[in-house]
């Protein structure tokens, strides 16, 4: 199942559009992922706040922070299913509107929501609500998104337009990293566990209102409004996609979240570093990923998606373990260390960059918000929502600090199996 070649002819017919319509794509995906790193920066607080009782367990807290940071991703795939039937059949741009009022109205909110301190029992259901929602919109947002910048890209260049998708990932993980870590320079420890910790959330108002009003501006794109390709696909085979457009991308996902947003709580909890030490680390993480992402998708463009989505798949596979070893070692160099992190975060980018692009090529016009949006949403429900949660527990349970290189090297290989069966033509 693959997209027709009339979508290259369409998007060549209005290419005004192009470029507002990668920044309001991409702008969504950038708040949501700001959020998301946010609340893994800070889930040691969060954990604290929410979580923990008086006397209770911190490690349990913890557990308990992430199984609610796991739960909003399961209901990614709702939100895929829902909003991508419903952007398939009205339309990309008045989904993406919505999917982005109610992003964010529900991380807003987190910032306003009582602690355990102050209602009780009644405040980890609260927050565990507003991340429901939160991953819902999630869920509605990639699929809208992408479609929206790959129909739009002129011919022979979907695999650089989608990879803005991935590169505004990166942005929001960089944003929520630097508040988290100017919260930190500037409160003391105990203004950022009583209400510093809020500040990044409450944020998150302005810049939606930013990105609705650019979602406001979008036309709808030239693909979904010709006569073409309205017919679906039989069920089986769109779900048959769908399973293999989440196998390809279930590398990215977990090695993604492992290096870039885990990382943090690991390094504190795990080897013992300081909260500034921990986000550093995953400053220069994100700062690998960042440098990656568009070179791939733009080299995907002339030599295909498969070779460097396969590269980056099996760097991470080879590489985790010595990568995790040499930030465990106590006399390795603080350079050394920041090469190594800066390191996990670009070969996780090889995969990213050419990743939405390549989803999007899978499915026709028709179907495509929803194919590629569950495609995603799935992956990421099983393998980055269940990341912090799945090492968490499993190095509690084992004592073994090595998990979270096995897990990303272990998704990687299974991804690297998955992405060897993709088509090996340059993209379109």
């Given amino acids: 199942m693959s997209a027709p070649a009339h979508d290259t002819d369409l998007r060549a017919a209005r290419p005004l559009h192009a470029r507002g319509a990668l920044l309001a794509g991409s702008v969504g995906n950038l708040i949501e992922w700001y959020e998301f790193g946010v609340y893994g920066y800070f889930a040691t607080v ?15 807290g913890l557990v308990k ?8 991703f399961f209901f990614r795939p709702v939100g895929a299913a829902l909003f991508g039937r419903l952007g398939d059949r009205i339309g990309r741009r008045p989904v993406l509107i919505l999917v982005i009022a109610l992003m964010t109205a529900a991380t807003t909110l987190i910032g306003a929501l009582p602690t355990y ?11 565990t609500f507003l991340r429901v929602l939160q991953g819902l919109s999630a869920g509605g947002e990639f699929g809208g998104a992408v479609s929206v910048m790959t129909e739009f890209a002129p011919p022979g260049r979907r695999g650089l337009y989608g990879s803005w998708q991935s590169f505004t990932v990166a942005l929001g993980l960089l944003g929520g990293a ?45 693909a979904f409004t010709s006569e073409f390709e309205r017919e679906r696909p039989p069920g089986r085979e769109l779900a048959k996609a769908i399973a293999l457009g989440a196998g390809r991308v279930m590398g990215w996902a977990a090695a993604g979240y492992t290096f870039l947003v885990v990382l943090p709580s690991y390094l504190q909890s795990t080897l013992d570093a300081s909260f500034q030490q921990a986000l550093l680390a995953t400053v220069l993480a994100n700062l690998g990923f960042a440098a990656t992402i568009i070179p791939a998708g733009l080299l995907s463009d002339r030599i295909g998606r498969r070779p460097v989505m396969l590269t980056g798949a099996v760097l991470v596979t080879l590489l985790a373990v010595p990568l995790l070893n040499l930030l ?11 090469v190594a992190v800066f390191v996990a975060g670009a070969v996780v980018g090889l995969m990213a960059g050419p990743g939405p692009a390549m989803l999007s090529e899978m499915f026709p016009t028709s179907v495509r918000y929803t194919g590629l949006g569950l495609a995603y949403a799935l992956s990421n429900a099983v393998f980055s929502g269940c990341a912090g949660l ?10 073994s600090v090595d998990i979270p290189a096995y897990y990303a090297a272990a998704t990687c290989a299974v991804s690297a ?8 033509e340059k993209g379109s």
């Fill in 328 to 338: 465990q070692d106590s006399g390795t160099s603080n350079a050394a260390k920041g």
């Fill in 65 to 72: 922070t992430y199984a609610s940071f796991a739960l909003a």
């Fill in 46 to 60: 969060i954990a604290a706040r929410f979580f923990t009782p008086e006397g209770g367990s911190e490690v349990e």
């Fill in 417 to 424: 199996l998955a992405l060897s069966t993709l088509r090996t």
């Fill in 178 to 222: 630097g508040v988290a870590a100017l919260l930190a320079t500037v409160l003391s420890p105990q203004e950022l566990e009583a209400w510093g910790w809020r500040l990044p959330f409450l944020l998150t108002l302005p810049l939606g209102l930013g990105a609705l009003w650019l979602r406001l501006r979008l036309t709808e794109t030239p």
């Fill in 390 to 399: 799945i090492i968490t527990e499993t190095i509690k349970r084992t004592g």
């Fill in 117 to 127: 301190a102050t209602v009780g029992a009644l405040a980890p259901w609260l927050l």
